[in-house]
Structure formats: structure tokens, C-alpha cells
């Protein structure tokens, strides 16, 4: 039940009547579901719960001026907003409450994501874009406080490019860049870096973007004088006010029980970014917290009986009622009778998503105790047997966990047994577990035909008297193609555009493409990566450069939450096809050594992580990319730009395949793996161990998600029988990634003669200048005499000690 979406002066009073009849049965429908939402979590249905109500009338207020197209990025109180734009009905709503894994039942995650999660789906079932200026967008939401902020602002940026850059294909975008990103957040979030630091940039980006600060003068129990400086936000924002000095904000403030005041607020809020593309802020005050922050605790532990007194007083709902009933909107007894109404509809409907919940376990926990028991009766075990059974079948509402721990746990009674019941029961858990698994693991990645696993190498291809260049001039003739096929391609950063780049990677292509499309952003990384996630969601080809490595620690948090996460938590329904650009390894000094691979690795699995070793394998890697629908982060050595390569003649076409290793060297008595910077002086120091008459084979390793999908490396190990891994992270950090995929995954440990080795950077951030790097890398000479002394264990007589 949709709140009318186009408000009109002209209404009739029964027109005017039954919109307001309608907004007031969705906010009591939200209400009701939040109060019985409650229950559910402490009776055990439910393992949490975060609810909306206390903000149900602002909420109908900007749904009236949601239109197809726009896109929200919000906080997790917006459910009364998701009913008002027919996004989420009462079965859906306590279906993600249940965690169902039906992305049909729980829209907004398939149950990945704790209940006040939401999002609309992007994505056909192809994984393919849907047409999404015919529908209302809301992109999906994650629980860090703030983190929706940074994506909102590329949300809105999406509408500028769109408007502003010709040649881009919109069909299923944009109209004329006319859509505008809603954000909403909580008043004590705003205390959070990644809110002032979007704010900011939306000011200076000048974007179609509103932004809705719900304000109930908490943050979980702590209250607004310990978050905000003079407990007011929008006062302390004041500067932002566009005014005849400048750009800005439209600041509006408006009480957040007040429904007329409000419906004008928002009607006001829209007409100014949509028809002006500037951003909007609304501080909405006076809401209150009905149940409190959460199911985690009760309010009345922290609010006094006064602040207690006044929320009941100034409900949003009992206000709007009170409006109601004195402009002859509805009487008392009238309201009274929805009421009653909507607390069935919402009873009847929890009780329909928890059948809906319950009904395919139950018939699972039928089928198991039906094996086992058969599988007891041959078995010598059975009493052991039959206790599990019973406690499985005495459960009215199991999980799935009841139901597969039950039947792995009496698996183990029927060791060395042999019967057909027990091979039956074997097969029924492997089968279960294949068949559930994917519900609660797929999609981390695309699994559409666009997925990187599908694409081809393209090898650079090189006149007979090609030139030796300096390497980032085959970066920038390559961006430079890029641009020119892809007009939706984007690249924004630190230095990026007036200057083309700290490296001069971009030398020249703001003046031939604009300052839109190569354009120097602030000292804001976290922004820099939203304004690449939220313009990649609406369908552009962004890519975010982060100057140094090092920085991107100022946005994982983002790349983490957000980015790594979109298509796994949307269970395949929304993706961020972002590339990330950065330079990393082998400078010198604490802040500028970019190999913190281990941690990124670690952190950021949903993105693909690639490691190329020179210029021409960046190229193709972007190359790559921008033919797939999936977010990754390019190392450019950041030490290589000014070494030679050779200039290829298909600038643009080749591509380097992603997932595959390359042997740069074959050998026959270890193999050595690494990647970028190092693996330049892993290849010299393998000639030099020629010398002392030891023959190594070096892998480049190119790509760290994924890694080394064709296993082309254990192929080598079986070949030397001896492995050693080298890297410039701290010890424990990227080389035991890769030892790990090496040995347990690629099962490489039945062919090694020698215990595997790795060797890293020293346990410490490495020191500044040349002797600074030496004693904090690994060295040609560390390489040397690591791998020497490899040799010298398994032959002393040929290989002397060394030192």
C-alpha cells in the first residue's frame, strides 16, 4: 500500500482524506510490526531486532517525493519508508526477521542480514541490469553506523555525470540525470568521520543529494550531549548554508511528529535538489525511540521518567492522530477500528512468514529422522543412536543446524558398520549439506557471464623495432583508449586529473576528456571510495584512484563493509562493478612501503585483488575489467613507472587473464613464488643462483583473489619438490595466504623433499631511506642465501655452507 507519490494542491477533501488514511494505516502497519518484532526476538524466533518505529511519519513525508529513478542509501530504521514505496509488506518484513533464505520471502537479503537491512533488486535473475528508472531504487544497507554515507555521495554524483557527460548510454539509468540519492541517518552517526567527510564533499561536488538526519537525541543510551556539540547538528552545519557567498546546502529543520509540516518539508527538499542538483540537508527533530535503541536492552534504563513522559506525549503516530481527529480526517472510533484491523493483518502475516519459515525444515527433519532410525535399526550403536534421534524429533521448531548436527553426530556411531540404510543416510548428508550450503555462502562474487573466471588472455602484441618506453606512458595511452572506447568510464583521485597523476599515468586526458571524467578530488579517501561504489551502482565504470596504498587504510572500512559485501548480503541482486587504482611496494619509510597485503587480503574477500609486476600487466588487468560486472583493486608498482618496457601495438585490446599465474623463469630445483616489486628481484636473484649451479623456476603469482585457479603452481612444486614464498608483507601476513592456498588447497605438501619456506619483510613498518629498505625487505641477498641454504640441507656436499 504505496503512499501517493505525487502530492497535488488541488486535492478534493476526500482525496485529501483517504491520502492521509492511507499514510496513517502504513505507519500503524510499521508500528505494529516493530512492537510484535520485538516480541519475536525474546521469544527466541528471532535472534535480533532493530526497529523503525519513532520515525514512521517523516518517513511517509519523503516517500511522496520518492520517485523511479531516485536511490536511497540509508540507516536502518527506514521500514516505514520501504512499505510506503511497496518495497517490503508484513510477510517480508518478519520473513528477514526469521533469517529465511528464500530471496523470494526475504527480499532485502535472503535472511544474510539481521531485520531493518534494506535494498531493492538492481539485478535480473541473469544477473543483468534491470531497468532502473522504472522502479524506486534503495541501495543495500550495512550496519555500520555512517558507512551509507560515502555511497550516497556517488549515488548522487551518478545524476551529474549523467547529466553533464555526453555519449553515455542511460537507458536503464538515468532521465536526464533527474534523479536525486536519499540518505538518511541517525543524529549520534553524524558524530562519525565518514558523515562529515561526505558532507563535505557533496558541498563541494554540488550533487542531487538529500539527506535525512533522524534525531531522537540518542545514540544507542548515550545521549546528545556527549555526541554533538551543542546537542544540534544542523546548527553546527550552519556554515554549510549555501547563501551569495557561495555554494552550499539548503539546510531545512522540521519537527519529526509534525505530518503537514513535514509533507511540506519534503515536497520543499525535493523541488530544490532535483530541479537545482544541489545537495539538501533535513534535520528532522523530536522523534523518540519507543522500545529503545534495540532488543539488546531497555530505555527506561537511561531515560528519565520527563524525557519518558514527553516521547509517549510526542509520538509520532499518537500525533498525527490527534491532528486527525481535530481536522476531521477520522474519528477516534474510526482510527480505533484500523487499528484493530492492521494488528490482525500483522498477526496473520508473521504467523504466514514463520509457516513459510518453518515448513521446507520441518520436511528435512522428517526425511532425517526417518534415515537415522532406519540406519539404528542395523546398527549394534542403536541405543546410542536412538537418543539423538529422539531429541531431533522432539523439537516442534527446529533450525537446520538441529537437523545436520543430528545426522553427523549419528554418523559416527556407525564407523566401521556397513549397511545400506548407512550409506543412504552418508549420501543423504553430503547432498543436504551441498544443497543448503550455497543458501547461507553464494554470490560472494558475480555469477553472472560477466564474472572475471570468464574471460580471456589477450597478450600484448609488439612491433618488430617496438620502442622501449617509460613504462607509464603504456599506462596512459591504454587509459587513454579506455576513455575513448567507454564513455561511462570515470577516473577520479588525489592529484588525478590537472596533473594527471602523482606518476603521470594520466598525463593529458582531463584536457581531452574533461574535468568530469578525469577530475582531481580532495584529501578523502573513504569518499573517494563511496562516490566509486555508489556511480558504479547506477551503471557507470568508475575508477577510484587512491594515491598510495598506505591511504587505502583510510577507506577499508568501506571496501571491507560495503563494496566486498554488496552481492553476497543482496544474495546476487545488486552489484558495484568498481575499479580500484593504487600504487604500492618497495618505497621507503613507515608510510609509504605499500605491501599490506595480508590485512587487505584478509578483509576484503567479494573484491578481486591484483598484484601486476609491471606496467603492461596493470594495462591489461584494467583492460580486463572493464569487460566484467566485479569490483577489484589494481597494485601498480609504484617503483616501476619510470623503468623501460616495451610499447605494445594493441594499446587497449590485450588483457591480462585474472586467477593466472605466469612462470617467468623455469628452473628444476625449487620453485620461487611471489609478486609485484619483489618478484623483479626474485627473477634477478634466480640468475644469480645459476652461478652457484642452483636452477630455480620463478612464478609470477599476478593475481591474489583469486588465486591461482588453474594450479599451475602446484604443477611446479611436483616438478622441484621445494617451494619457497617470497613477499614484502610483515611475516604471517600475505606469504602464509599463499603458503596456505598452496599447500591446502592445492595439496602441494605430498610433493615436497623440504619443509616449505617463506620469507617476508621484518615484523615492522620499514624504515626511511635506502638502507632503511634493505635491512626492512627482503633483499636479493636474503633471497640468495635463503634459498642456498634450502639447497645446502638437501645437498651439504654440493652446496657448502654458505656463512
Known amino acids: 500500500m504505496p503512499t501517493n507519490p505525487e502530492v497535488s494542491t488541488d486535492l478534493t477533501f476526500k482525496d485529501f482524506q483517504n491520502e492521509v488514511l492511507s499514510d496513517y494505516k502504513i505507519a500503524m502497519t510499521s508500528r505494529e510490526c516493530s512492537l510484535l518484532g520485538r516480541r519475536e526476538v525474546l521469544t527466541g524466533k528471532a535472534k535480533f531486532g532493530i526497529f523503525g518505529d519513532g520515525k514512521e511519519i517523516p518517513q511517509l513525508a519523503w516517500a511522496k517525493v520518492f520517485k523511479n529513478g531516485d536511490f536511497r542509501s540509508g540507516y536502518y530504521r527506514d521500514q516505514t519508508f520501504m512499505m510506503a514505496i511497496d518495497s517490503l509488506n508484513i510477510q517480508q518484513f518478519f520473513s528477514g526477521l526469521y533469517a529465511n533464505t528464500s530471496i523470494t520471502a526475504d527480499p532485502m537479503s535472503a535472511g544474510r542480514q539481521m531485520g531493518g537491512h534494506f535494498g531493492t533488486h538492481s ?50 539509468f538515468s532521465v536526464n540525470g533527474n534523479e536525486i540519492a536519499w540518505g538518511t541517518i541517525g543524529n549520534a552517526s553524524t558524530s562519525e568521520g565518514l558523515f562529515f567527510e561526505t558532507i563535505n564533499a557533496a558541498g563541494v561536488l554540488q550533487v542531487p543529494m538529500v539527506i535525512s538526519i533522524w534525531d531522537d537525541e540518542y545514540g544507542i543510551s548515550v545521549h546528545a550531549k556527549h555526541q554533538t556539540t551543542k546537542e544540534n547538528i544542523s546548527e553546527i552545519l550552519k556554515g554549510f548554508q549555501r547563501d551569495e557567498h557561495g555554494d552550499g546546502y539548503e539546510i531545512l529543520r522540521v519537527k519529526g511528529w509534525d505530518y503537514s509540516a513535514l509533507v511540506e518539508t519534503y515536497q520543499k527538499a525535493e523541488k530544490i535538489a532535483r530541479e537545482e542538483h544541489v545537495p539538501v540537508m533535513i534535520h528532522v527533530t523530536e522523534l523518540t525511540q519507543p522500545q529503545g535503541h534495540s532488543t539488546s536492552g531497555s530505555h527506561e534504563r537511561y531515560k528519565s521518567k520527563e524525557r519518558l513522559a514527553w516521547e509517549s506525549e510526542y509520538d509520532c503516530i499518537s500525533q498525527m492522530r490527534l491532528w486527525m481527529i481535530s481536522n476531521n480526517v477520522a474519528t477516534e472510533e474510526e482510527l480505533d477500528a484500523i487499528d484493530k484491523t492492521i494488528k490482525k493483518n500483522v498477526r496473520e502475516g508473521k504467523k504466514a512468514a514463520w509457516s513459510a519459515y518453518l515448513k521446507p525444515i520441518l520436511q528435512e527433519q522428517y526425511q532425517a529422522v526417518d534415515l537415522m532410525t532406519k540406519a539404528a535399526e542395523k546398527s549394534a550403536n542403536k541405543v546410542f543412536m536412538t537418543k539423538i534421534i529422539s531429541e531431533l524429533k522432539g523439537i516442534d521448531e527446529p533450525v537446520r543446524k538441529d537437523v545436520i548436527s543430528a545426522c553427523r553426530k549419528v554418523i559416527r556411531y556407525l564407523i566401521g558398520e556397513s549397511s545400506n540404510e548407512k550409506e543412504t543416510l552418508q549420501q543423504w548428508i553430503t547432498t543436504y549439506i551441498a544443497n543448503i550450503q550455497p543458501e547461507y555462502s553464494s554470490f560472494l562474487h558475480s555469477a553472472s557471464n560477466k564474472s572475471v573466471l570468464h574471460t580471456s588472455e589477450v597478450k600484448p602484441t ?159 588487468f584494467y583492460n580486463t575489467l572493464i569487460e566484467t560486472d566485479e569490483p577489484a583493486l589494481i597494485i601498480e608498482c609504484l617503483n616501476g613507472y619510470r623503468l623501460k618496457e616495451k610499447m605494445p601495438n594493441n594499446i587497449g585490446q590485450f588483457k591480462t587473464p585474472i586467477g593466472v599465474v605466469e612462470t617467468v623463469k623455469e628452473g628444476s630445483d625449487i620453485t620461487l613464488v611471489s609478486y609485484g616489486s619483489t618478484l623483479r628481484i626474485v627473477h634477478q636473484t634466480a640468475k644469480e643462483l645459476l652461478e652457484v649451479g642452483i636452477d630455480a623456476e620463478v612464478i609470477d603469482v599476478q593475481s591474489l583473489l583469486p588465486f591461482d585457479i588453474n594450479h599451475d603452481i602446484v604443477k611446479s612444486v611436483q616438478k622441484t619438490n621445494r617451494l619457497m614464498v617470497i613477499d614484502e608483507d610483515v611475516p604471517g601476513g600475505a606469504s602464509a595466504y599463499i603458503l596456505n592456498e598452496i599447500l591446502n588447497v592445492q595439496h602441494a605438501f605430498q610433493y615436497l623433499d623440504s619443509p616449505p619456506k617463506t620469507m617476508a619483510a621484518r615484523p615492522h613498518r620499514p624504515a626511511y631511506g635506502t638502507d632503511g629498505d634493505y635491512f626492512s625487505k627482503p633483499s636479493a641477498e636474503d633471497i640468495f642465501e635463503s634459498v642456498y641454504e634450502v639447497m645446502h640441507e638437501v645437498s651439504p656436499v654440493d652446496f657448502p655452507k654458505l656463512r
Not at 539485478?123 to 524506486?136: M, P, R, V
Request: glycine fraction near 12%; charged fraction near 20%.
Open 123 to 172: 539485478l535480473d535473475e541473469n544477473g543483468h541490469w534491470k531497468n532502473l528508472t522504472a522502479q524506486k531504487n534503495s541501495s543495500a544497507d550495512i550496519s555500520p553506523t555512517a558507512g551509507q554515507m560515502p555511497r550516497l555521495l556517488g549515488l548522487a554524483q551518478a545524476s551529474k555525470i549523467y547529466r553533464q557527460v555526453k555519449g553515455i548510454d542511460a537507458t536503464n
Open 462 to 620: 609488439y612491433d618488430q623495432n617496438a620502442e622501449h618506453v617509460d613504462a607509464r606512458l603504456i599506462l596512459r595511452d591504454n587509459f587513454d583508449a579506455l576513455f575513448g572506447n567507454n564513455p561511462e568510464t570515470l577516473i577520479f583521485g588525489e592529484d588525478s586529473g590537472n596533473i594527471g597523476d602523482v606518476n603521470q599515468g594520466l598525463e593529458g586526458l582531463q584536457e581531452k576528456y574533461g574535468e568530469l571524467r578525469v577530475a582531481d578530488v580532495g584529501i578523502r579517501e573513504a569518499s573517494i571510495l563511496g562516490q566509486g561504489i555508489g556511480m558504479a551502482m547506477r551503471g557507470l565504470r568508475p575508477i577510484a584512484e587512491i594515491q598510495y596504498l598506505d591511504y587505502i587504510l583510510y577507506a577499508l572500512q568501506i571496501m571491507s563493509d560495503d563494496l566486498a559485501t554488496l552481492q553476497y548480503r543482496t544474495k546476487g541482486k545488486q552489484k558495484a562493478p568498481l575499479i580500484i587504482r593504487t600504487r604500492g611496494h618497495r618505497l621507503e619509510g613507515i608510510w609509504h612501503s605499500g605491501s599490506q597485503l595480508g590485512a587487505i587480503v584478509n578483509l576484503v574477500r567479494g573484491i578481486r585483488v591484483l598484484v601486476p609486476r609491471n606496467m603492461t600487466k596493470a594495462a591489461g
